[in-house]
């Protein structure tokens, strides 16, 4: 065609055919990163959410053999041969909460999801000393911080000496016990949850963009489709013009 010639309504459609084929182009490759991005925050907030609830779990049978270990010291129950094994159950899952602890914070650190982090360096916990009205560190601490602590006071626990009366009234068994139950359960379940609503809004946002640019892109080449029906309808009007007698 000769643009000189065509009429202004070709041109108009012409145009506008084109920059639908851009738009949609550009949707597309919009819908593509956003797409890929998603899937990386959705991998994200589902690797923290299994290396918190894992975390969680082990908390959980620290404090178990926390109190076989108390139960025995304070005589309430009599010290056998299996003490051995739960002495090295308690070293070994003491030693997972070190391993998990460092998993947690790689993943937060690599996250570009604010929330994420926010939730899991939040200083929300209290370790209340034994029998004294003041906190270990003179107020709340982070749950890292709180781990660490606690992870010391369950591998001493693991590693004591031949004679297990020494375990009668110590404080860092206590500590452990009381602050793991009151503190550290509580809390990390409730970041388990929170980390959980996190995700769910993460799709919810997802899936509400990647609606709209879709709907968009339908929009975009139906626009397409109609101008060139409309174009098709001017170029027969004209020919049938033409060749009118």
């Known amino acids: ?26 949707l597309a490759s919009m819908e593509y990163i956003f797409s890929n991005r998603s899937i990386v925050q959705m991998q994200d907030g589902a690797m ?18 926390m ?12 010290w056998n041969s299996g003490l051995i094994a739960f002495r090295q159950t308690l070293e070994t899952h003491a030693l997972q909460l070190m391993s998990q602890d460092e998993d947690l914070q790689n993943r937060l ?27 270990f560190s003179g107020g709340p601490v982070d749950t890292f911080i709180a781990s660490r602590v606690l992870e010391n006071k369950y591998l001493k626990a693991a590693r004591w000496a031949d004679d297990p ?5 110590d404080e860092d068994l206590l500590f452990g016990i009381n602050n793991t139950c009151n503190e550290v359960l509580i809390n990390s379940e409730q970041q388990v949850k929170v980390t959980e609503k996190i995700v769910a809004d993460i799709i919810s946002k997802n899936k ?13 080449v139906s626009s397409v489709v109609l101008f060139l029906l409309l174009l098709i309808r001017v170029i027969l009007q004209s020919y049938s013009k033409l060749f009118t007698v």
């Open 67 to 78: 109190l076989i270990f108390y139960t025995r010291a304070n005589g309430l129950r009599p």
């Open 208 to 220: 509400t963009l990647v609606a709209i640019l879709l709907a968009l892109e339908t929009i975009a």
């Open 1 to 26: 065609f000769d643009r000189r010639t065509m009429r202004p309504v070709t041109k108009l459609t012409i145009f506008i055919v084109y920059l639908a084929m851009i738009i949609v182009l550009v």
């Open 48 to 65: 923290v959410i299994n290396t918190a609830s894992n975390r969680l779990l082990n908390f959980m049978i620290c404090w178990e053999y």
């Open 109 to 135: 650190q690599s996250s570009s999801n604010q929330d994420l982090i926010d939730n899991f360096f939040l200083k929300n916990y209290s370790l209340w000393l034994p029998e004294q009205d003041v906190t």
């Open 165 to 169: 009366t020494i375990l009668n009234g």
